[in-house]
């Protein structure tokens, strides 16, 4: 059974640094594009970064970049999205998504991690 | 970027009827798309890839059509937990983009 499991969401200050963290199981990880899809509070979806199964390439979404940084370590199937200079408006929950097979669609998600940036 | 322009925002039907949902891209995305459904406080499911084909576990009541800037979400008859918001997504482009959502309500 497919698993995500995020954490390291909280509540931070704007101009603060937070680290996520997606831990993976039930597939082969590294054989795999991990992502981070956020929700903010009462809105739609927004994606926010991808990065390829070996984590050659990263992809970011324009209002992160710069900011937001994705890595991954294919030896301990885990994903992590440090978060920097955040501001009001990355306060949503976020969401891991596997990619499926081939594709950057979403076939399995993790159940997400809020994030408040509030003073 | 690639828009995507879903419509209408909210639906409203009774279980068992049909509802059929359209999502309009700015610009050609061949056929490089995804739907989602999201229940309340849930992550969202993934329903529809590549525009037509159901994934895995998704009943043959959903079905998906188009290619190029125009596609459709076809339930053909409503289950109680159809009614969520349904999303669309595109692969064509970076950066990934969603649309804004169809709510799916019960009349």
């Known amino acids: 059974e497919v698993q995500l499991l995020e954490s390291g969401g909280g509540l931070v200050q704007p101009g603060g640094s937070l680290r996520l963290s997606c831990a993976a199981s039930g597939f082969t990880f590294s054989s795999y594009a991990m992502n981070w899809v956020r929700q903010a509070p009462g809105k739609g979806l927004e994606w926010v970064s991808s990065?390829?199964?070996?984590?050659?390439?990263?992809y970011y979404a324009d209002s992160v970049k710069g900011r937001f940084t994705l890595s991954r370590d294919n030896s301990k199937n885990t994903v992590y999205l440090q978060m920097n200079s955040l501001r009001a408006e990355d306060t949503a929950v976020y969401y891991c998504a596997k990619a499926a097979s081939g594709y950057y669609y979403f076939d399995y998600w993790g159940q997400g991690s809020l994030v408040t940036v509030s003073s | 970027e690639i828009v995507l322009t879903q419509s209408p925002a909210t639906l409203s039907l009774s279980p068992g009827e049909r509802a059929t949902l359209s999502c309009r891209a700015s610009q050609s995305v061949s056929s490089y798309l995804a739907w989602y459904r999201q229940k309340p406080g849930q992550a969202p499911r993934l329903v529809i890839y590549?525009?037509?084909n159901r994934a895995t576990g998704i009943p043959a009541r959903f079905s998906g059509s188009g290619s190029g800037t125009d596609f459709t979400l076809t339930i053909s008859s409503l289950e109680p937990e159809d009614f969520a918001v349904y999303y669309c997504?595109?692969?064509?482009?970076?950066?990934?983009?969603f649309g804004g959502g169809t709510k799916v309500e019960i009349k």
């Open positions: 997504q595109q692969r064509s482009n970076w950066p990934l983009t």
């Open positions: 990065v390829t199964d070996s984590g050659d390439s990263t």
């Open positions: 590549e525009a037509s």
